[in-house]
């Protein structure tokens, strides 16, 4: 019997709020459709393509739209080629018009790969160079503080005169945990009452 080969589609959006309906009309002509809604970076649970992966058979051509669609990075990349061309299956990125049928494909598709992962190193280094620059400007980052040092300071004053937790959280608007942390008491050191 003559084997059948297949054209089998992967088709991927980064979240829920995002459509998969361009990618879905460009591979419409596939015999079988993976889809998902998952960011690249979480390997672990791109299912679709895990299974995609598993169902092409020798002979088959994997269809994506974009190189992006399918891999995290050039190594992602690469070892997802190297997957399909040990079960014999070829890529062919549409939007690219990359084919590894063909040994300028296989070398377009690596060099491509390569310089998307290049391009997200640069944005990473920029990235860090900003925020280096900001922090030496003074803009602080993460979680606003509960209380200024005049605050934290006065709220330490109250509690050695007396006041209960349950008087400073209620004039500071704050948590207990953060009363204590103010108070520089470990919360496991905590009463059970407002005392």
Request: net charge negative.
């Given at each position: 019997f003559p084997v059948?080969?297949?054209?089998?589609?992967?088709?991927?959006?980064?979240?829920?709020?995002?459509?998969?309906?361009?990618?879905?009309?460009?591979?419409?002509?596939?015999?079988?459709?993976?889809q998902e809604k998952q960011s690249a970076r979480s390997t672990e649970s791109r299912d679709q393509?895990?299974?995609?992966?598993?169902?092409?058979?020798?002979?088959?051509?994997?269809c994506i739209t974009k190189l992006d669609r399918l891999a995290r990075s050039t190594r992602d990349l690469l070892n997802i080629?190297?997957?399909?061309?040990?079960?014999?299956?070829?890529?062919?990125?549409?939007?690219?018009?990359?084919?590894?049928?063909?040994?300028?494909?296989?070398l377009l598709v690596t060099m491509l790969g390569a310089i998307a992962a290049f391009e997200n190193d640069l944005r990473k280094e920029r990235q860090a160079d900003g925020i280096a620059l900001a922090k030496r400007k003074g803009v602080q980052f993460g979680r606003k503080r509960a209380l200024?040092?005049?605050?934290?300071?006065?709220?330490?004053?109250?509690?050695?005169?007396?006041k209960k937790i349950v008087e400073?959280?209620?004039?500071?608007?704050?948590?207990?945990?953060?009363?204590y942390r103010a108070l520089a008491v470990h919360i496991d050191d905590m009463p059970d009452t407002g005392s």
């Open positions: 059948t080969i297949a054209r089998i589609g992967y088709a991927r959006v980064s979240s829920y709020g995002q459509s998969l309906d361009v990618q879905l009309e460009k591979l419409s002509g596939c015999d079988r459709i993976f393509l895990a299974l995609c992966l598993d169902y092409v058979r020798d002979g088959d051509f994997l080629l190297n997957k399909l061309d040990q079960k014999q299956v070829k890529l062919h990125v549409i939007d690219q018009q990359i084919d590894t049928s063909t040994p300028a494909g296989m200024t040092d005049e605050q934290a300071q006065r709220l330490r004053g109250m509690r050695s005169e007396g400073l959280m209620a004039e500071f608007n704050l948590s207990k945990a953060t009363v």
